[in-house]
């Protein structure tokens, strides 16, 4: 209502404002038409008299060239002022005759160009007062269709509140405090999720039943998928493996697969033939590799964090911005900072204005994963303090420590906090072996996490998968994942400052390695260094941690 009301009164100022200076331009037009007469009236009077003149000069001429002497040739010779006297009588007559009809002709020149203007003038005074007409019905025609829509709209939410306070079920609550409204669950109750879930093993088992009875479907459709070549090459192969696929994926409702896989998977599909896309992580997903996901796509539904990690580019910046400009493509769809996230942001309706030049989907501002004071951390170098804790109570609070820890760094590696960490975590798990599954080491370095994983080898810390590190990498590789403890190993010394102040340079990296940890979070790092850097993400980190200790 309130949004109505003010596109109302935005509406009702801009037609009160076009009235004015149509009024104010027809009084204009009516005075410049005034003038246009009485200029029109005085060039007929000017033209009138021209005529009188014009008729008394050609009498005049008549009178002279009736007095024309005859037998010319001979007063020329014995009487030549006469003549003479003649030629000049009838010169002066000529070229007044001649002075009046030009004065005649501008005049009449005039006149017609004075008609024309007044022609104009009330052309323009009649389209304006179209115009004026014309902008109030659409006026009258818009609020009629808004006070129409807002009946309808009110007696549909008479109706849903009348079914509401018959189910108990209960709507959003604005009295309740910002933390509270946030952790609410509006629009439902314990038995309406019930009946819910219900529905759900209620429509499981028709669909099961359904494809018992059509299992020859089925298994035709699987060997048309797995032999999708040879099917091509029919005439209505195409069709065919469109409708193998909706057989499947009917049967397997959610089918999980990576972008890089994608395209093998799906080649043969067209426009549309996909029912829902979900994309897990769109902060990290290269807008190229997404689009022949969202082209085949009817719907798609984008999840991910642009204050997490940044897609990793495979092409230098520059190269990607010459790229950009051969094809005309702004840069929000190809650059460093573009991601599969921020293009499906950019084109929501629905979002959040986080800063004045970034506007984000509808944001999830409860947190349930870490502890204190992760959690702060996170909250404050990424989001403003806008996220509410998930937690309450006891359950909330965590462990953090940045431990300081120096050396000279070998490619940002620095074995005096390997040795460190080497102490820490082996120290930990004679108390606790059940803990070697519940941590994670991970740095922003790929050098500092390879030479980490070997110096953990020999407390047999390091797990490995297809010969990779599992549990010790850089920040890019644990992105959605989590741990009970996470130790974060920054590396570098004042000799490589320059990678240092990378790590932190923007909040992206500190934030995805805080809120891995679900109850400790322990940095390590050389504290003087990364205080001296003129980090905001640094220094806040220090500070936070620091206070949740003193307190």
């Known amino acids: 209502m309130i949004t109505f009301e003010n596109e109302e009164k935005k509406k009702q100022t801009s037609l009160v404002t076009q009235e004015a200076e149509a009024t104010h331009e027809l009084e204009r037009l009516r005075q410049e038409s005034g003038n246009l007469q009485d200029d029109l009236s005085s060039a007929s009077i000017e033209i009138e008299f021209l005529i009188d003149l014009q008729a008394q000069a050609k009498r005049n001429y008549d009178v002279v060239t009736s007095q024309k002497p005859s037998l010319l040739w001979f007063h020329k010779i014995i009487n030549r002022p006469k003549v003479e006297e003649y030629f000049k009588n009838l010169n002066n007559v000529n070229d007044h005759l001649n002075d009046l009809s030009r004065q005649k002709t501008k005049w009449l020149n005039d006149r017609m160009r004075l008609e024309n203007r007044l022609k104009e003038t009330a052309r323009k005074s009649e389209h304006i007062q179209k ?15 808004q006070h129409n829509a807002f009946q309808k709209m009110a007696r549909e939410i008479a109706v849903l509140e009348n079914l509401k ?31 819910q879930s219900e529905l759900f093993i209620s429509a499981l088992k028709v669909r099961k039943q359904f494809l018992y009875e059509n299992r020859k479907n089925l298994k ?16 209505n192969g195409q069709k065919l493996i469109s409708e193998s696929w909706n057989w499947l994926n009917f049967t397997i409702p959610v089918v999980s697969t990576t972008f890089a896989s994608f395209g093998r998977m799906f080649i043969n599909l067209n426009e549309n033939s996909i029912g829902n896309l979900f994309i897990d992580e769109a902060g990290q997903a290269l807008p190229q590799a997404s689009v022949g996901a969202i082209f085949r796509s009817k719907k798609v539904m984008v999840v991910g964090d642009p204050s997490q990690i940044k897609p990793v580019l495979t092409l230098d910046s520059n190269v990607l911005t010459l790229i950009g400009r051969h094809y005309e493509v702004d840069e929000k769809f190809v650059s460093t900072d573009a991601s599969t996230q921020t293009i499906v942001d950019a084109t929501s ?43 309450s109570g006891d359950e909330s609070l965590g462990n953090s420590q940045w431990y300081d820890s120096t050396g000279r760094a070998i490619d940002k590696f620095v074995k005096e906090q390997a040795d460190l960490l080497k102490s820490m975590i082996n120290e930990r798990l004679q108390e606790e072996p059940d803990l070697a599954d519940e941590i994670y080491v991970i740095t922003p370095f790929r050098n500092v996490a390879r ?26 590789t644990f992105q959605g994942k989590e741990a009970k ?34 109850e400790e979070f322990y940095v390590i790092g050389d504290k003087k260094l990364y205080a001296s850097l003129g980090s905001e993400v640094a220094n806040k980190t220090i500070s936070i941690i620091d206070d949740y200790n003193n307190a």
């Open 451 to 476: 030479k980490l994983a070997q110096v953990l080898d020999e407390i047999n810390f390091t797990k490995r998968e297809n010969g990779k590190s599992t549990n010790i990498g850089t920040v890019h």
């Open 131 to 145: 115009q004026s007409q014309d902008t109030k019905a659409d006026f009258k025609r818009w609020k009629t269709t």
């Open 165 to 195: 306070s018959q189910s108990g079920i209960k709507g959003l609550d604005f009295s309740l405090s910002y933390e509270e409204l946030q952790k609410s669950n509006p629009w439902s109750t314990r038995n309406f999720r019930k009946l």
């Open 349 to 391: 309706q629905y979002g959040f204005q986080k800063n004045e030049d970034e506007w984000i989907g509808i944001p999830l501002w409860v947190h349930r994963r870490s502890n204190y004071p992760m959690f702060t951390i996170s909250n404050e170098i990424s989001y403003d303090g806008l996220m509410v804790q998930g937690k």
């Open 485 to 518: 403890i996470v130790y974060f190993v920054l590396g570098a010394d004042s000799m490589s400052s320059g990678a240092a102040r990378w790590a932190v340079s923007d909040p992206n990296m500190m934030n995805v390695a805080a809120t891995r940890a679900k």
């Open 220 to 235: 035709a459709a699987r060997n048309i998928w797995n032999r999708q070549s040879e099917y091509m090459g029919k005439e």
